[in-house]
C-alpha cells in the first residue's frame, strides 16, 4: 500500500493532478481566490516540494474579477487548456447563492508553466445561472465536459450536466442532467451536486462527485455507465443511493471531497481530495484556509466498483 504524507499539500482545496507524458501537473483552488498556480514534477510525491507557478491573475474588474474556483488543468490537441470558475461580485444574488460562471484559458507550447495563455471567454450553457467545477474527457470518440449548475427550475444549488464539445471552449448540442441532489446526504447544509471527476475501469465509466455543504457534511457521490451505453441517455446512468467517500470521526478527517483522480507510474488509481482536520470552523467555511489535497489509492472490488474506503488520519 502506498502511504504519502497526509496532508500532501496544505491549504489547497479543489485539487486537481494530471498525469501527461511521465510529468505530474498539480493546479487547485488558493486561499485568496485570486489567481492560477501550477506545480509540475516527475512524481506524484515531487508535486510536494515543487516550484509553484502563477500562470493567470484575476483582473481587478469584470466577469472573472472575483473568487477564482476549482481550476483543472488539460492537455487537447497538442494545446494546454485551463477551466476555472469566477464571478463579478462576492455578493450573493437573490435566491442567496454566488455568481459564478466557466471560463477557459487557452495556452500554447510544451510547456505549460511557460506557456502563453489566452482567455477563451466564458463557456456558455443554454441557461445564464451560477455554474462551475467543469472537466473534460474523451469518450466513444468524442469529447465531453461535465459541470454543476444551478436550474433555474429545480431546487437546490446545483446539478451535474454532461454535453459534447464543439472545441475546447464551446458546447455542442443540448445538455442532458445526470444527477441532482435527492438524498438526505446529498442535502444537509445545501442542496448539491458538484465537482464530478471521471474515471474508468474495466467495462465501465465512473463520476464522483461531492454533496451537501463544505463543512463536515461534504462527502462523495458515484454514478457509473456501461461504457458501451448512450452516456447522453441518463437511464444508462446508476446512482449510488449511499456516499462512497464521508467524514471520518475516528480518524479527525471533516469533509472530504471535490476529488480528482489520477495514476501511480504503475497505473494505479490515486483519489486526490481535499478535506480538513478540525471542524470548529469560524465564519463562512468558504473562507477556511485549510481544506488540504490528501491522495489515497483506490481500491477495486471483485464486481469492478471502486472501494475508496474511509479517509486516513494525518501523518504530519
Known amino acids: 500500500m502506498r502511504n504519502w504524507p497526509n496532508p500532501f499539500i496544505e491549504q489547497r482545496a479543489d485539487p486537481y493532478i494530471l498525469h501527461h507524458e511521465g510529468q505530474y501537473y498539480f493546479i487547485a483552488s488558493v486561499p485568496e481566490y485570486d489567481r492560477l498556480a501550477l506545480r509540475r514534477a516527475d512524481s506524484l510525491e515531487g508535486l510536494r516540494s515543487a516550484e ?7 483582473p481587478d474588474t469584470g466577469p472573472m ?16 487548456y485551463i477551466y476555472f470558475a469566477a464571478t463579478h461580485t462576492q455578493a ?5 447563492m454566488f455568481q459564478h460562471r466557466m471560463f477557459a484559458l487557452e495556452g500554447t507550447g510544451d510547456d505549460p508553466l511557460n506557456a502563453r495563455w489566452i482567455e477563451k471567454g466564458q463557456i456558455k450553457t443554454p441557461f445564464d445561472t451560477f455554474a462551475l467545477d ?40 443540448d445538455p442532458v442532467m445526470l444527477s441532482k441532489p435527492e438524498y438526505e446526504w446529498e442535502c444537509r447544509g445545501f442542496w448539491v451536486n458538484e ?27 458515484l454514478l457509473w455507465i456501461d461504457m458501451n451505453a448512450d452516456p447522453q441517455n441518463p ?10 467517500f464521508t467524514t471520518s470521526y475516528e480518524n479527525r478527517q471533516y469533509g472530504p471531497g471535490h476529488n480528482s483522480f489520477t495514476q501511480t507510474p504503475d497505473g494505479e488509481d490515486v483519489l486526490v481530495y481535499h478535506a480538513r482536520n478540525y471542524t470548529e470552523i469560524e465564519g463562512d467555511p468558504l473562507y477556511d484556509p485549510n481544506r488540504h489535497t490528501r491522495l489515497k489509492l483506490v481500491r477495486w472490488d471483485k464486481n469492478g466498483m471502486p472501494d475508496f474506503g474511509i479517509p486516513p488520519a494525518d501523518t504530519l
Open 65 to 80: 474579477s472575483e473568487l477564482i474556483w476549482a481550476p483543472e488543468l488539460h492537455h487537447i490537441e497538442g494545446k494546454w
Open 235 to 244: 437511464q444508462n446512468w446508476h446512482k449510488a443511493p449511499r456516499p462512497v
Open 195 to 221: 465537482g464530478p471527476a471521471v474515471l474508468v475501469h474495466g467495462n465501465k465509466l465512473f463520476i464522483s462527485y461531492s454533496a451537501s455543504a463544505t463543512d463536515e457534511n461534504y462527502c462523495m457521490g
Open 92 to 96: 450573493l444574488d437573490k435566491l442567496g
Open 134 to 173: 467543469a472537466t473534460t474527457f474523451v469518450h466513444q470518440g468524442k469529447r465531453w465536459y461535465l459541470w454543476a449548475q444551478k436550474a433555474p427550475d429545480i431546487s437546490g444549488n446545483s446539478n451535474l450536466y454532461l454535453c459534447e464539445m464543439e472545441n475546447p471552449w464551446t458546447l455542442k448540442g
Open 52 to 58: 509553484e507557478v502563477v500562470v493567470w491573475h484575476k
